[in-house]
């Protein structure tokens, strides 16, 4: 006994020699010499087929030990078990046929195969302790190596126990009731959340499209729509002939029409009313009314008109433009912008130029 453990290399060096010994090879067990009767009965066709190979030869690698232990179909395992059967008169026991049939054999005998070979040859009443042997059925092929080294180094294998199982963290006592699962969460503000959801690549390119596309919609709808000027109508109502005495200029719709009413009797000694653009005909600035002066001056360059548009002074080519006015059947004054009537064209002595005061 010693306390140095086999390596695996010991243990199929220790098969590989057993055969020899203890002829669990085919060679061994097809030999004529010296094969046990039981261990022929189980060997069957195998036994009876001609030796493959001399005597002597023995396996060389785990393959052949194997293929030696599928061939005896007495392997350690299943020549422990298959004694029983035949003994109770049965089929003979079923020659494992692959490496679990074989492992599941060694398992049931709970010894190592090569410590377990002898017992191929043992009745099946010293077969039956070993088969609650120490090694239980269900073990790892670790632990089956671990149990081969201990019989190798003769020291019986002893139960390996369980490793103990790490013991779980205690799972918390969850709060009763539906309040207290949301008093467990973490509170989220709404606006967070709707930052959150807003702030997603997903939504935000959505987001963008959509202005885009609205924008697109409200040029389209505009394309659609003609173009109109938004102006004042040509025509206005600016009173009736009492509101302007004569020899005066009112410019109460300048700022707004560009409009004077003039009411004045000194273009040919008529009494008139008539209405005149306050638009300089230079270069078209907007001339004031200079009562003292009885005039209308020109900031720009520096043009005169008499009251009656006449122009006198400065660079103004020509008179001012009068616009059409009409006195309706109501008595009030009305001013038509649409028509102008100039003074050089002789177009003064149109009736819709002026209202004759009488
Ligand atoms: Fe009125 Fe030149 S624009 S004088």
């Known amino acids: 006994m010693t306390d140095k453990k086999p390596s695996t290399a010991d243990i199929m060096a220790m098969l590989r020699k057993k055969p020899g010994a203890e002829a ?34 023995k396996p060389k690698g785990t393959a052949d030990i194997m293929a030696a232990i599928r061939a005896k179909g007495t392997a350690p395992a299943a020549a422990a078990a298959a004694p029983a059967a035949p003994a ?36 099946a009443a010293a077969v039956a302790p070993k088969a609650a042997a120490p090694v239980a059925t269900g073990k790892s092929p670790a632990e089956m190596i671990q149990a081969m080294r201990a019989q190798a180094a003769g020291v019986a294998p002893a139960a390996t126990a369980e490793p103990a199982k790490p013991k779980l963290p205690a799972k918390p006592a969850p709060a009763a009731g539906k309040a207290g699962a949301k008093a467990e969460q973490p509170r989220r503000s709404f606006f967070g959340a709707l930052c959150a959801a807003l702030c997603t690549p997903y939504y935000m390119a959505w987001t963008t499209l959509s202005v885009i596309g609205g924008f697109w ?90 009251i009656n548009g006449i122009n006198f002074e400065g660079p103004a080519p020509r008179p001012l433009e009068r616009l059409g006015l009409t006195l309706g059947a109501d008595g009030v004054l009305e001013v038509d912008k649409s028509i102008k009537f100039q003074e050089e064209l002789g177009q003064w002595s149109d009736p819709k130029s002026f209202v004759k005061v009488s």
């Not at 009494?271 to 200079?290: D, E, K, M, Q, R």
Request: net charge neutral; with cysteine; proline share 12%.
């Open 217 to 306: 919609g409200l040029g389209i709808a505009r394309f659609m729509m003609p173009n109109t000027v938004l102006e004042l109508p040509s025509k206005f109502k600016v009173g009736s002939i009492g509101d302007y005495p004569l020899g005066t200029v009112s410019e109460k719709y300048k700022a707004a029409r560009a409009v004077w009413i003039v009411h004045t009797d000194s273009y040919d000694g008529q009494n008139l009313i008539y209405a005149l653009l306050s638009v300089c005909t230079h270069l078209g600035c907007t001339p004031s009314w200079l009562d003292a002066e009885q005039k209308f001056k020109c900031p720009c360059h520096g043009s005169g008109f008499y």
């Open 88 to 123: 109770a008169g049965g089929a003979p026991a079923a020659k494992p046929k692959g490496t679990s049939d074989i492992m599941a054999a060694i398992r049931a005998k709970g010894a190592a195969p090569a410590g377990a070979a002898p017992a191929a040859a043992a009745p």
């Open 24 to 57: 669990p090879a085919p060679a061994a067990e097809a030999a004529p010499a010296a094969p046990p009767p039981v261990a022929a009965e189980a060997v069957g066709p195998a036994a009876e087929a001609p030796a493959p190979a001399a005597p002597a030869a």
